[in-house]
């Protein structure tokens, strides 16, 4: 899709404000590590909660960030990891390449090179631990919704929840690039945007919820009251929660 000056102009203080400082607590009893997929050969951030145990799956939530610089990978999980610790949720951050908020359009050639990097991490990561494959969440902030919705549309068995967060979205590039039936997918989908967000996030959240209750998904949203292109992560922890499923862990001995 073509984009005028004008537009991108629009759109620069959005991703500006997405570098905002992260207000979450971070004296979480464990510490996030940054490691290197071997697939791939590219990084991510993990946070596995300190209640963590082999015996009992544990949720997984993947978090795409916006525009780098001003938005990345070391600060999602730090927005996240709190919330990962007080649920007993892991937490994964990849640094992603098709999260241009300001000039970029989720060019195709990134979203595959992402997908197959989220797929990639989220594999190795029920390898290592018990993961509950029944309760992934995929949730991304401003640029890091050309991912969220990409890849996680085309994988509803993977994420059977999808957070957009004040996000970026592009119809051209979404569709037709995933199947969906009458009824949707079958996944919870949520898309919020705050009251006061830059008008090209306001506007782009609104296409994306009329796109996406065209494909039949039965859709909550939400526009956050007196806040503008900030960090609200708790709003998609608490949907998240409100939508577990039956548990699927990894190996037999994590049923709970």
């Not at 102009?9 to 607590?25: D, E, I």
Request: charged residues 20%.
């Amino acid at each position: 899709m073509r984009r005028t000056w004008a537009t991108w102009l629009v759109a620069l203080p959005a991703v500006l404000l997405a570098g905002c400082p992260v207000p979450q607590a971070q004296d979480t009893p464990s510490w996030q590590r940054r490691e290197i997929d071997p697939v791939s050969g590219r990084a991510y951030w993990i946070y596995v909660p300190s209640t963590y145990t082999h015996a009992r799956a544990a949720p997984l939530i993947v978090t795409c960030h916006g525009t780098p610089p001003y938005d990345t990978s070391e600060r999602h999980i730090m927005e996240m990891k709190m919330l990962g610790e007080q649920n007993g949720c892991i937490v994964v951050a990849p640094e992603l390449i098709a999260t241009d908020g300001i000039i970029g359009d989720g060019p195709i050639t990134g979203m595959l090179d992402d997908e197959r990097f989220i797929l990639s991490i989220v594999a190795l990561t029920g390898y290592r631990y018990n993961l509950d494959r029944g309760n992934v969440m995929i949730t991304g902030f401003s640029g890091g919704g050309f991912p969220t919705y990409w890849v996680g549309l085309r994988h509803p068995d993977v994420f059977p929840v999808v957070v957009a967060r004040s996000c970026n979205f592009s119809e051209s590039n979404l569709d037709g690039w995933f199947n969906c039936g009458p009824a949707g997918t079958g996944q919870s989908v949520m898309v919020y945007y705050g009251e006061n967000d830059p008008a090209a996030i306001q506007a782009q959240s609104r296409s994306a919820i009329k796109y996406l209750q065209s494909k039949g998904f039965a859709l909550a949203t939400m526009v956050v009251p007196g806040i503008g292109h900030e960090r609200r992560p708790e709003i998609a922890m608490d949907f998240f929660r409100r939508h577990w499923r039956r548990s699927r862990p990894t190996v037999g001995a994590g049923a709970r």
